[in-house]
């Protein structure tokens, strides 16, 4: 079940990153809509609403999901860039996963990826060295520099794209 729930294995930091390593992330980033489109094309509405695992979140949940965690993450690196160590907001994604918006197409959530990666990655070329260092303060991951964030970031959309992949090799379609 580990491999079906974390298919690309759970988030190992890496302490010291190097530019190279930042310009791979801005690259996932900027590729991942694209990569995620790709991955959910042509499945079915009954595809669409498969757990990826038993117990798990449906693709469509899925996909709104990463739409939601990917807002949050811009907004949180803006509040870092523009305050003081702010406290990052958190929410309740398992309770948000059951509300209406959730139900409707996954076209809205891949545009809104689409968009929010495209600024996302351009404010993330703009910041020097040192805007990395700043930080923000995560209720579920404590006290965290931009550097951290741009992993965890790139990280969780690689996770559930790799999600979907997986189900959709397990299920052969």
């Known amino acids: 079940m580990e491999q079906i729930r974390y298919p690309i294995g759970q988030f190992q930091l890496i302490e010291h990153p190097t530019p190279e390593d930042r310009n791979r992330w801005i690259a996932e980033i900027r590729d991942l809509p694209l990569i995620l489109r790709q991955t ?20 469509c949940q899925v996909v709104h999901h990463m739409a939601d965690n990917d807002m949050n993450a811009y907004i949180r690196f803006k509040r870092a860039l523009t305050e003081d160590n ?10 948000w996963a059951e509300l209406s918006d959730y139900r409707t197409p996954i076209e809205t959530s891949l545009v809104l990826i689409d968009s929010i990666h495209n600024r996302f990655v351009g404010l993330l070329r703009s910041l020097h060295l040192s805007d990395f260092e700043k930080k923000f303060t995560s209720l579920t991951h404590g006290e965290m520099n ?28």
Not at 40 to 59: A, C, M, S
Not at 86 to 95: C, K, Q
Not at 152 to 173: N, V
């Open 40 to 59: 959910v094309h042509n499945l079915t509405e009954e595809q669409l609403h498969k757990p990826y695992r038993p117990g798990g979140w449906t693709v």
């Open 86 to 95: 702010p406290i990052a907001s958190s929410y309740r994604e398992d309770l």
């Open 146 to 173: 931009l550097d951290a964030a741009i992993q965890r970031y790139a990280w969780h959309d690689r996770h559930h794209t790799a999600q979907i992949a997986s189900l959709k090799e397990r299920e052969r379609w």
